[in-house]
T-cell receptor
Framework: NAGVMQNPRHLVRRRGQEARLRCSPM?????VYWYRQLPEEGLKFMVY????????ESGMPKERFSAEFPKEGPSILRIQQVVRGDSAAYFC?????????????FGPGTRLTVL | KQEVTQIPAALSVPEGENLVLNCSFT??????LQWFRQDPGKGLTSLLL?????REQTSGRLNASLDKSSGRSTLYIAASQPGDSATYLC????????????????FGQGTILTVHP
């Protein structure tokens, strides 16, 4: 049973370009969380999704950021018109069930560098 | 708003020493607390998860305790080894404004552990 997969592992973009980060949850998991780790800062929650639904996006910037988790395929975190401040490591985690008691399993992260 | 604090920020110990990492949280109404390990440039590996009804969990040389009333958790590592060198993160599952929870984690800043031979 493969773990949480994220790709690409490293992504370089120039200011103003778009970044698309992909997350494939563990088999049988239908809940996905995205977190961001800025340089010299801790991990911060961004968004929580179930298949075809955004449940909680309270940690996601209102502009330029969007997330989806379609019925088929990976979850996508999309950043439009990237700026240098978006440079960070983006992690996704998956969980098998809804609710607070379920352990989250993390992927290896995508490290975004904005030039 | 839940805040999670970890002390010390960094710790350097000789191989073989037993050590304790500390985590405190401001909202005692947590659902669970999870300890992770993060190696440089890598993802997070879950070490232990303690549900709010539990007091401690053990896995090998690791033991994590939870005291909700005082807002504290500790991670005890016995007989440390150089391979234990990593950043250790604790994270609490928080309530939403309505008192429910979707399971999102609030992380501490981490403790950077170095175990030297």
């Amino acid at each position: 049973n493969a773990g949480v997969m994220q790709n690409p592992r490293h992504l370089v973009r120039r200011r103003g370009q778009e970044a698309r980060l992909r997350c494939s949850p563990m088999k049988g998991h239908s809940h996905v969380y995205w977190y961001r780790q800025l340089p010299e800062e801790g991990l911060k929650f961004m968004v929580y999704l179930q298949k075809e639904n955004i449940i909680d996006e309270s940690g996601m910037p209102k502009e330029r950021f969007s997330a989806e988790f379609p019925k088929e395929g990976p979850s996508i975190l999309r950043i439009q018109q990237v700026v240098r401040g978006d440079s960070a490591a983006y992690f996704c985690a998956s969980s098998p069930l809804r609710g607070p008691y379920n352990e989250q399993f993390f992927g290896p992260g995508t490290r975004l560098t904005v030039l | 708003k839940q805040e999670v604090t970890q002390i010390p920020a960094a710790l350097s110990v000789p191989e073989g020493e037993n050590l304790v990492l500390n985590c405190s949280f401001t909202d005692s109404a947590i659902y669970n607390l999870q300890w992770f390990r993060q190696d440089p440039g890598k993802g997070l590996t879950s070490l232990l998860l303690i549900q709010s009804s539990q007091r401690e969990q053990t896995s090998g040389r690791l033991n994590a305790s939870l005291d909700k009333s005082s807002g504290r958790s500790t991670l005890y590592i016995a007989a440390s080894q150089p391979g234990d060198s990593a950043t250790y993160l604790c994270a609490a599952t928080v309530h939403n404004a309505g008192g429910t929870s979707y399971g999102k984690l609030t992380f501490g800043q981490g403790t950077i552990l170095t175990v030297h031979p």
